[in-house]
């Protein structure tokens, strides 16, 4: 079964600096998606930024990028010009492609434990 | 407004007793997923329907049911709840299984209290 780890409950940064979140996972699939998730004071499953295993290149999407290490079986977010509003808690996620070559079996998500991540002004 | 909709949003109720939480998926959307959000567990996939019927199970108690209808709305199930049901319940849709690049859509979740 694949697992998820965020190894830091809490972060902290300065409105403007740039975060970085850790993730890693372990699977034995070559073919899989990340994911990183938003879930602000609201409770809204926010989707962040996503990333298919097989491409190299990382991830992008205006302010948030990732750090994407097949091997090492990494996949950190990097938050540039923190801003207030992405006070939150942000969820690592794995979902499996396998459903590409078996054509079925459950395609749910695996999430992390989750960052709380605080914007101080 | 995600265009996954669950109702009711808070629900308190008592040990012993059944609840269902309503989900329906976002317009032309056939899998409908079940997660549970709680302080010890985290986040945890409980269930998969497609197109009506049971895809995949994930965490889900036997205590715990689901149905996705003819019209794609789903329904799960809690009976028998205990103080450690108490906790988020989501709903997501996707399109279809193996479209797995383009995440889920959640609903804002129900919250259920049990007392």
């Known amino acids: 079964a694949q697992t998820v780890t965020q190894s830091q409950p809490e972060m902290s940064v300065q409105e403007a600096e740039t975060v970085t979140l850790s993730c890693t996972y372990d699977?034995?699939?070559?073919?899989?998606?990340l994911f990183w998730y938003k879930q602000p004071p609201s409770r809204q499953m926010i989707l962040v930024i996503r990333?298919?295993?097989?491409?190299?290149q990382n991830a992008t999407e205006n302010r948030f990028s990732v750090n994407f290490q097949k091997a090492a079986k990494s996949f950190s977010l990097k938050i540039s010009d923190s801003q207030l509003g992405d006070a939150a808690m942000y969820f690592c996620?794995?979902?499996?492609?396998?459903?590409?070559?078996?054509?079925?079996?459950?395609?749910?998500?695996?999430f992390g434990k989750g960052t709380h991540l605080i914007i101080q002004p | 407004d995600s265009g996954v909709t669950q109702t009711p949003k808070h629900l308190i109720t008592a040990t012993g007793q059944r609840v269902t939480l309503r989900c329906s998926p976002r317009?032309?959307?056939?899998?409908v997923y079940w997660y549970q959000q709680s302080l010890d567990q985290g986040l945890q996939f409980l269930i998969q329907?497609?197109?009506?019927?049971?895809?995949a199970k994930g965490n889900i108690l036997e205590r715990f049911s689901a149905q996705q209808f003819p019209d794609l709305h789903s329904e799960l199930n809690l009976s028998s709840l205990e103080l450690g049901d108490s906790a988020l319940y989501f709903c997501?849709?996707?399109?279809?299984?193996?479209?797995?690049?383009?995440?889920?859509?959640f609903g804002s979740g129900t919250r259920l209290t049990v007392v």
């Open positions: 317009s032309g959307d056939l899998s």
């Open positions: 997501a849709s996707s399109h279809q299984p193996g479209t797995g690049g383009y995440g889920y859509t």
């Open positions: 990333q298919e295993a097989y491409k190299q």
């Open positions: 996620a794995y979902r499996t492609d396998r459903l590409r070559y078996s054509g079925g079996g459950a395609d749910g998500l695996t």
């Open positions: 329907y497609y197109n009506g019927e049971e895809r």
């Open positions: 699977t034995s699939e070559s073919d899989y998606y």
